[in-house]
């Protein structure tokens, strides 16, 4: 059955998103014969493959393996590279392309933006107590930036200086005020290398804690050092493929349509650039423009994967914000002053009018709601599957 839910959000400018390079791959050459490019053009493959889906059992599937061969329908630029007696190939794959392999794969897929990390460390050694920044030209730094490269999680490390009381309390508040100076962070990490032994603590939003530190994640390895840079990163970007990734082995064959109305469009500029957010989302198989009034947009979209697999993805882009309640219109257009919006997009669907009903009644479900906010289409049939839904911010 195929099921139309309503979302109303504003277009507003909050924050710019950061753009990893997940589609590119750089190659050391092992030999000047074909069979050696072949290999090296295999391999970046699969490093990109890993980078978008965010996981490394995706090499598994067997129609990824059948895939890898391939690989050359999947190129869209490929160039040489020399650097002295060094030979180099840079690959850059088709997104549209890599999206439609790992869908058909039933794999995972982590797109574009992605939450920016930044970094603060500390290494006390029996003669030395020092912070590490990025002008330390310390090995730890090298370590990092290569794995969060291969993974494709966008880093910085910080330039602050705080004193070394505050590392000792861990995720402080001081540091989570100095990291949000960084324009595009989203997350921060703490990292102590204290006598070799590695120790961090991870907040993974800055801004939806809000002061609170209960969503620290704490972890810490025996590994050596330059590999605890490594288990890190993959720590955090595991954390982010779970919260924002695509899983495309949700998707039952079900079509979902769903009807989203966008306000706040002044330019068509503004208009293209979430056209295109739209088509480059994971979940999103199809987009298409069903009117444009004032400045308001309603595209239809058919989704490759579950409804809650878009609001992740949705929630990516720091552009669009959720309207509060149901919108009341003026000749035509939003009246935008009633609305109050926040920065992050809940994580609730109401698939059912029952749902939605009891919702007003559950204070369990932790969401405050008033009859205004939530609007069942009166065209809709009692017992269809088809709800109206308007989400209340976190």
Request: no cysteine; hydrophobic share 40%.
């Given at each position: ?34 069979f ?13 493959l ?49 999206r439609?392999l ?27 107590r020092?912070q ?70 991870f ?23 330059n ?20 899983d ?26 979430l ?20 400045k308001?947009?309603t595209f ?56 939605a ?38």
């Open positions: 059955m195929l099921r139309n839910v309503f979302f109303g959000i504003v277009l507003v400018a909050i924050q710019t998103p950061v753009l990893a390079n997940i589609f590119e791959s750089e190659i050391l050459l092992k030999g000047t014969n074909a050696a490019e072949k290999r090296a053009k295999e391999e970046a493959f699969a490093e990109v890993v980078r978008v889906s965010g996981k490394k059992e995706t090499l598994n599937r067997p129609s990824i393996r059948q895939a890898l061969p391939k690989v050359d329908s999947y190129l869209s630029l490929f160039n040489y590279k020399q650097e002295g007696k060094q030979s180099s190939i840079v690959l850059t794959f088709d997104e549209e392309k890599i439609t790992l869908a058909q794969s039933q794999a995972s897929y982590w797109g574009n933006p992605r939450p920016q990390l930044v970094v603060w460390m500390m290494e006390t050694t029996p003669n030395v020092r590490i920044s990025q002008s330390s030209n310390s090995p730890l730094i090298e370590a990092l930036q290569q794995k969060a490269k291969e993974r494709g999680l966008p880093i910085v490390i910080s330039e602050q200086s705080v004193l070394p009381s505050e590392f000792s309390k861990g995720m402080s508040s001081t540091i989570i005020e100095q990291s949000m100076k960084y324009p595009n962070a989203e997350g921060v990490a703490v990292v102590k290398i204290d006598n070799g032994a590695v120790s961090w603590q907040l993974p939003s800055l801004y939806a804690a809000q002061g609170n530190l209960d969503a620290v994640i704490d972890g810490r390895t025996t590994s050596r050092a590999q605890a840079m490594a288990v890190l990163v993959d720590e955090v970007a595991d954390h982010y493929v779970r919260q924002h990734g695509v495309f082995s949700r998707y039952q064959g079900e079509a979902i349509d769903i009807t989203l109305n966008v306000d706040g469009l002044s330019s068509g500029k503004d208009f293209f650039m056209e295109q957010k739209l088509e480059q989302l994971g979940s999103v198989g199809a987009v298409s423009l069903n009117k444009i009034n004032q308001m947009a239809s979209l058919q989704l490759l994967t579950s409804e809650q697999d878009f609001h992740n993805e949705l929630q990516r882009h720091h552009q669009l914000s959720v309207m509060n309640k149901v919108p009341e219109f003026i000749d035509g257009e939003i009246k935008t002053d009633q609305f109050e919006l926040e920065e992050f997009v809940p994580l609730f669907a109401i698939n059912e009018k029952e749902k009903e009891n919702l007003l009644m559950d204070e369990s479900e932790n969401i405050v709601m008033t009859e205004t906010e939530i609007s069942i289409d009166d065209d809709i049939n009692e017992n269809s599957n088809n709800v109206v839904v308007y989400y209340q911010w976190r």
